[in-house]
T-cell receptor
Framework: ETGVTQSPTHLIKTRGQQVTLRCSSQSGHNTVSWYQQALGQGPQFIFQYYREEENGRGNFPPRFSGLQFPNYSSELNVNALELDDSALYLC????????????FGPGTRLTVL | EDQVTQSPEALRLQEGESSSLNCSYTVSGLRGLFWYRQDPGKGPEFLFT???AGEEKEKERLKATLTKKESFLHITAPKPEDSATYLC????????????FGPGTRLSVLP
């Protein structure tokens, strides 16, 4: 069974640029959530996708957007990057719509200069 | 507003010195409380899920308990490899499937 994978591992961008992060969910999981984790803090919920539809969103501006594909993999897009967007971006997956434990990928470290 | 706090912020223990980490939560109806372990620069690793007050779960040197307002992660005779940040998260009843995380407790176990 393959776990949650994310790409790229690290990324450096400049302010104002756009970035796309990718996530492959664990086999059999049709729900994917994205989190932003600043240094020294707990993860903060960005949004969740269930069966290719957005199924909940945290307190993040519209320049954070996402997609989920028929194979349940997902993308996180961030436009007009700001310095404060520098963080570890985590993807988590779980099966179905019940409150199950989420399994996290290794994360993508984004640095905005 | 749903909120999770954790204490202490950081904890240093000698190998074999047992202790407890606290997670306090304010949530509009609790669906579940989750404990994760996170090593530096890596994604959180699932440890436990607790659903109702009085429930307890154990795994090796770790034991998690839940009351109506807080959860404890008890660490018995810790080893240096238990050094990590321990995160607590809750799933509120009316907030879909996403988690509200606490800031974590950084645990260092010295040999």
């Amino acid at each position: 069974e393959t776990g949650v994978t994310q790409s790229p591992t690290h990324l450096i961008k400049t302010r104002g640029q756009q970035v796309t992060l990718r996530c492959s969910s664990q086999s059999g999981h049709n729900t994917v959530s994205w989190y932003q984790q600043a240094l020294g803090q707990g993860p903060q919920f960005i949004f969740q996708y269930y069966r290719e539809e957005e199924n909940g969103r945290g307190n993040f501006p519209p320049r954070f957007s996402g997609l989920q594909f028929p194979n349940y993999s997902s993308e996180l897009n961030v436009n007009a990057l700001e310095l404060d967007d520098s963080a570890l971006y985590l993807c988590a997956s779980h099966p179905g719509s019940l409150p199950n434990e989420q399994f996290f990928g290794p994360g993508t470290r984004l640095t905005v200069l | 507003e749903d909120q999770v706090t954790q204490s202490p912020e950081a904890l240093r223990l000698q190998e074999g010195e047992s202790s407890s980490l606290n997670c306090s939560y304010t949530v509009s109806g609790l669906r579940g409380l989750f404990w994760y372990r996170q090593d530096p620069g890596k994604g959180p690793e699932f440890l436990f899920t607790l659903y109702s007050a009085g429930e307890e779960k154990e795994k090796e040197r770790l034991k998690a308990t839940l009351t109506k307002k807080e959860s404890f992660l008890h660490i018995t005779a810790p080893k240096p490899e238990d050094s990590a940040t321990y995160l607590c998260a809750v799933t509120p009843r009316n907030y879909g499937q996403n988690f509200v995380f606490g800031p974590g407790t950084r645990l260092s176990v010295l040999p």
